[in-house]
């Protein structure tokens, strides 16, 4: 006899057990009275059998189906991670990435319009430099820093800013069509919506963050007519809406072609260091294309286009893994960054499968724009080494993608790398001795901080470039997927 047994039967005579008294037949019991009594308790047990049954069936059927996948996109404002989001849909839910064309038309439009008020600006401050009596003694909004000497600005080209100063209204437009309900908000901290301004007081140029994705789409879905919809054509589009924005772009045109081939506005903005081209939402090399009357937005314009994301959006996909047929609950989490927002993003860290961190490493020679006094590259290491050292996140898989190589490269050709990474001393300007030097930096962070041994996971990444992401991506979602069936012990 076991222990326990025998300890039970020193407490006490099962007859004083007071669940066995409630259960004994009663005393005088008739024959009929039994009968009722056993069948009653049949029937309990029946019902106690069913209970345990459907017990047993839902703990099978949550061994079966995995929880969902869920997975946090990180980094630095800008990094790429709503176009890494992008990259996701048109994987996986393409149709619905289509769907939003004439959403994504008018974000392009709005691009176009805030790199031409850029141009414009910069010449106002030049010229307001430049006219007699105005000149340095009189605090300007152009307090510009290592400006080299502006060139005078010509008659023409005064003329031509005045020609495009209707994009104001068609700015104007769009943004009241975004912000209908409070959907989207200017974003405060930043002094610039561009990269590498080198203007201390731009406060005018504040960028348009988008709170919530499903709203600000839906404002533009009064574009989209319904009737013989085909999206791949971009029928849906109603072009013949006079209230359109793309009409007066359309007719700015040329004038916005010649703005961007001007010699003058060309010398302006090398004197100030300004690449436009390197700037998030850049179209000016597609005027042509982008500002024409029947204008569709192609799936690499929608990936260019730049939207900040103001908050988190949830977004959900059914996705399967390689080699195997079960289906995927995939939750991926947007959250619009901001600097030293990791205590933001830690809500969102509970239970995760993954993090995608993205680190753009074009920004090796540009700064903040919430802090002109941070290297962007600095400023990912340090996100970096918070996010791999944290740990609510140390059991947590992260992928790091080195992204806009594509600008990484372009900078090599006139950009010195240990200019700005004094430690890459004497080595080549080139990519790939540079990207691997940042793979290796990244790695061993990764291996000083991490409080258990991960898998590291790192790589070199164009998000803009559908084509080179899409087999990255797939290699991503399959270790993932691969993990989380460990996990749920189902391989
Ligand atoms: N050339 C180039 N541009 C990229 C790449 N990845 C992203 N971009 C562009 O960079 C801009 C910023 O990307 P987003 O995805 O909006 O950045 P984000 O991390 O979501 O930024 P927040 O919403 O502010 O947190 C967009 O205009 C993208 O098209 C890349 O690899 N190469
Ligand atoms: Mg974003």
Redesign the pocket.
């Known amino acids: 006899m076991s222990r326990f047994l025998r300890r039970r039967s020193t407490i006490g005579n099962e007859d004083d057990d007071p669940l066995t008294k409630a259960l004994a037949p009663p005393d005088h019991e008739t024959p009929a009275e039994r009968e009722a009594r056993l069948a009653a308790l049949a029937e309990a047990q029946k019902r106690s059998d069913a209970i345990d049954e459907e017990i047993n069936r839902q703990r099978l059927e949550n061994k079966k189906a995995p929880k969902p996948v869920r997975v946090l996109l990180l ?10 989001l992008k990259n996701f849909q048109l994987m996986n839910s393409p149709k619905a990435f289509r769907n939003e064309r004439a959403s994504w038309r008018a974000v392009v439009q709005l691009n176009v319009v805030r790199s031409v008020r850029l141009i414009l600006d910069t010449i106002n401050d030049a010229h307001a430099q430049n006219s007699p009596g105005s000149v340095s003694s009189r605090p300007t909004t152009a307090t510009v820093e290592n400006m080299g000497p502006l060139p005078v600005i010509p008659p023409e080209l005064l003329k031509l800013r005045m020609r495009l100063l209707p994009l104001q209204q068609v700015e104007e437009s769009l943004l009241r069509k975004m912000t209908p309900a409070g959907s989207a908000e200017f974003e405060a901290t930043h002094l610039s919506p561009v990269t590498n301004l080198p203007y201390r007081n731009r406060g005018k140029f504040k960028e348009i ?1 988008i709170n919530s994705t499903a709203q600000w789409k839906g404002a533009f879905g009064r574009l989209i007519a319904t009737a013989r919809a085909s999206i791949e054509s971009g029928q849906d589009i109603d072009f013949d809406d006079p209230n359109d924005p793309g009409v007066i772009l359309h007719a700015c045109s040329e004038d916005i072609i010649q703005l961007w081939n001007d010699p003058t506005v060309k010398k302006l903005l090398k004197a100030q260091r300004l690449r436009l081209e390197d700037m ?2 850049f179209f000016l090399d597609s005027i042509e294309r982008v500002t024409a009357l029947r204008y569709v937005p192609t799936d690499d314009d929608i ?7 103001l908050g988190v959006s949830e977004h959900r996909f059914d996705l399967k893994a390689a080699g195997n047929m079960l289906s995927h609950d995939w939750r991926v989490y ?5 600097r030293s927002l990791v205590s933001a993003w830690a809500p969102y860290f509970d239970d995760l499968d993954a993090i995608i961190f ?1 680190a ?1 490493i074009s920004g090796f020679d540009e700064v903040l724009l919430e802090d002109r006094t941070v290297n962007k590259l600095e400023d990912s290491i340090l996100l970096w080494k918070h996010v791999v050292s944290n740990p609510l996140l140390k059991d947590t898989q992260i992928v790091l993608f080195l ?5 990484f490269k372009a900078k090599l050709e006139t950009i010195r790398f240990a200019d700005y990474v004094v430690s890459y001393g004497q080595r080549p300007n080139e990519y790939e001795p540079a990207s691997n030097y940042l793979r290796k930096k990244f790695a061993l962070l990764y291996k000083q901080h991490s409080k258990t041994q991960r898998i590291f996971y790192c790589h070199l ?5 559908s084509s080179s992401t899409r087999h990255i991506l797939v290699n991503v979602k399959d270790m993932v997927i691969r993990q989380n069936l460990a996990i749920s012990n189902l391989v």
């Open positions: 980094g630095q404002s800008e990094s790429g991670k709503s176009t890494t963050a998030a939402g990936l260019k286009a730049r939207l900040k994301t947007d959250v619009g960054g901001a993205l753009p992204n806009k190589i594509d600008l990444t164009s998000m803009t470039d």
